[in-house]
């Protein structure tokens, strides 16, 4: 009832192969990005913006780009907190040292020191596959961190080897309000889904699917892997990059290495496949699950039982629970919160009516 | 006539609700009437952190409690507070940062993070937000210039202080600093910001001393340390400061310490690695270590009655009360003690005695902060925490250390609260560093006097 497709033609390519086919995801998404531009802003205060919108989107920012590299690409890797890392030390270095340079201009070139970084650690995949490249990938995370912490001139020889994010100023303004920065971070993230959406669909996104279903067959019908498989990674490394300079400029405020560890890494995995291996929605989704559910256990659990119960024990059972929500989610639904999305869009295709 | 028997049946039911609610909104305004003062606690009480988390703000919380409990609160202002898990991350104490912030119609006015990446993480945010950053002897070292930083504070002292007492007690036992020279010490630290930050200091004082510095990073969690203690032996070292986190590192330093045979009694422990938690795990292998601390462990006379007071009503924080009175409990204490003072002064210098003081306001009685021995024997804790005074440029406290061995079962004080040797010197530093920072970042330089 809500999904009915009756009565919408497509009558010429364009209209077939468009973003959003139907004419309701359409609206859906005008009125999403409506809401998110000029209505959330206001209506949010400082806590939401900065603690939980900003890295939300951020974080679903860098899932995306993971999911490029795995989901599409089936190139199973590890090292995306690395390359966050890359582009956070990028940007850095870019504004402290080119005098001037545009922030956006900035943010792009750390994306691009990411994806040349990406590209030199991708090179193992075209010899190793599954497991064992997210093993060699592995190692792209161990030795950036260790290179940005060994090297000084990367933090410009600060002796506790944190560095204070430079203010984000564009256009002479200094965006510094949680408000301000959420829009810039809008604005990016927002740009750069689409542009992964368009990639996704096309034919850049057809030659990573196949390399994924089958590499020989691919390489068969004529397309390069070492070309194909190497753009995964420089796009996806981009996008981390990105992600990561505006995690340490728009988030964290500080550029330090311990703050991309192995153990981001990981997380970024999990909201992948949380959210739903191969879509882009399902970074959002995950990245969501991810980042927030702990917060929202947390919140929870201190709500509800204030200081009756000893604190101890909530912080623990808030990570048990965590858990066994992810185990339970991955049993009833092993696609991801994407798929979920995509039944229940079925379902109220036909609601109230079963047939 | 459906509707009518089913608002018929459901009234008694509205109405019981409503005077509920009503009875809720008249308690809950009447308790408004009361004055409050909110505090925020970003505690980090599980992962490999979680002995010093769940000590230190189990310290902080009882405190509270024991002031409100004995004393009816601070000059008839009760304290409250709200809890955070920030599990000892960086990103999730900014997240903690924003939500504590604001309870209602107040405002969070000090922020404590434990532990010098969250530290970082939030500092900036601190002079818009009009909250004081009270670092417990970790962080940012330099922010003990009150010129640069005018909302942090260092008050149990900092790491370059902590260096130069320790390394001063190598030189007493080597018989002086003379003899120091040529002598090989090993810096060995967990690879981050904290297991970083006394070096600059440590550098310098070997070159003055003519000592041998090697710096020897362990990647976290630093539970692997074979290759490092085999090349502490090769490299033939006389001393090992040793700047671990969480009891799973610290604890198997020692132990591979032991099998290396590294002699025990040339370990000196860093402040946040010396715990009863971080010793006990590794047996017998533990005795002889030296630890810095700037809270002693003991049943002092505050501790006794927090014991009396707070657990005898079975309200108190620790999960297991054993705990009561080791080096986190402890020192959580002396952190509270501090907020609470910093909040009288706050009171009387802006008039507001029984009142609810502000962020600003509570920052100028945290810089106001003079506590004497006679302060601290009233508090009931002369000898768990050493004398300080700040001011507007000082925001360091006392730089004083006290430095204990652990004999096998618990820490023996070896020393009284002993200052560094040349605090002119520390003090250079710490003003140059801050100094390079304001200029970094266009910050302006606060004129004190």
Known sequence: ?355 | MMIDTILRRAMPGIFALGAAFAVATASSAAMAQEQEQYFGIPSSRVGPYSAMGTGYYGGIIDYLNYVNMKHGGVNGVKLTYDECETEYNAARTVECYQRLLNKGDQKMVVFDTLGTPGAYAVIGRMAPDNVVLAQYGYGRTDAADGRVWPWVFNAAGHYWGQIAVKMNFMAQKEGGIDKMKGKTIVHLHIDTAYGREPIPAMREIAKEWGVKLIEIAVPPPGLEQQSQWLQIRREKADWVTFWGAGSGMNSTAITTAARVGFPREKMMYVTFGGAEEDMIPAGDAAKGTYVAANAAPGKFPLIQDIEKVVYGAGKGNMQNPQRVGTVYYNRGVGAAVMWVEAMKNAQRIHNKVGKTVTGAEFRDGYEALDVTDDKLKEIGILGMSAPFKMSCAKHDGSERFRMMQWDGKQFQLLTDWVPAPNPAFIRKLIEESAEKYAKENNLPIRQCS
């Open chain 1, 1 to 355: 009832m809500f999904y009915r497709e009756a009565g919408q033609f497509r009558t010429s390519y364009a209209a077939d192969s468009q973003l959003l086919p139907l004419r309701q995801d359409r609206v859906g998404m005008a009125i999403i990005l409506l809401l998110a531009v000029a209505v959330v802003p206001f209506v949010a205060n400082d806590y939401w913006l900065s603690a939980i919108l900003i890295p939300w989107l951020i974080l679903a920012l860098v899932a995306t780009g993971q999911n490029i590299l795995m989901g599409y690409a089936g190139q199973l890797s590890l090292g995306s907190a690395g390359f966050m890392a890359v582009g956070a030390f990028a940007c850095y270095n870019l504004i402290l040292r080119i005098d001037g340079i545009p922030f956006l201009l900035a943010l792009f070139l750390s994306g691009i020191c990411a994806a040349l970084v990406g590209i030199v650690f991708g090179l193992p995949s075209l010899r190793i596959r599954g497991l064992y490249l997210a093993v060699a990938t592995l190692a792209s995370q161990f030795f950036i961190v260790w290179a940005l912490d060994k090297f000084g001139w990367f933090k410009n020889y600060d002796p506790a080897g944190v560095i204070t994010a430079q203010p984000i100023i564009m256009f002479g303004h200094n965006f510094a309000s949680p408000r301000e920065k959420y829009w810039v971070v809008l604005l990016i993230v927002a740009a750069l889904t689409l542009a992964a959406k368009n990639m996704a669909r096309g034919s850049t996104g057809r030659a990573w699917m196949a390399v994924r279903d089958m590499d020989v067959a691919a390489e068969v019908m004529g397309l390069s892997l070492l070309r194909t498989k190497l753009q995964a990674f420089a796009i996806s490394s981009f996008y981390c990059g990105v992600g990561g300079a505006l995690f340490a400029f728009a988030y964290l405020q500080t550029v330090e290495p311990s703050a991309f560890t192995i153990d981001l890494s990981f997380r970024i995995l999990f909201m992948v496949i949380i959210g739903g291996l191969g879509t882009i929605l399902g970074s959002f989704l995950g990245a969501g699950f991810i980042l927030l559910m702990p917060v929202f256990l947390n919140v929870f659990f201190h709500k509800a039982f204030g200081k009756a119960v000893d604190a101890t024990i909530t912080s623990a059972l808030e990570q048990v629970i965590f858990g066994v929500l992810i185990i339970v989610f991955l049993i009833f639904e092993p696609l991801g919160f994407a798929r979920l999305w995509q039944l229940t869009k079925e379902r109220l295709r036909l609601w109230p009516f079963r047939h």
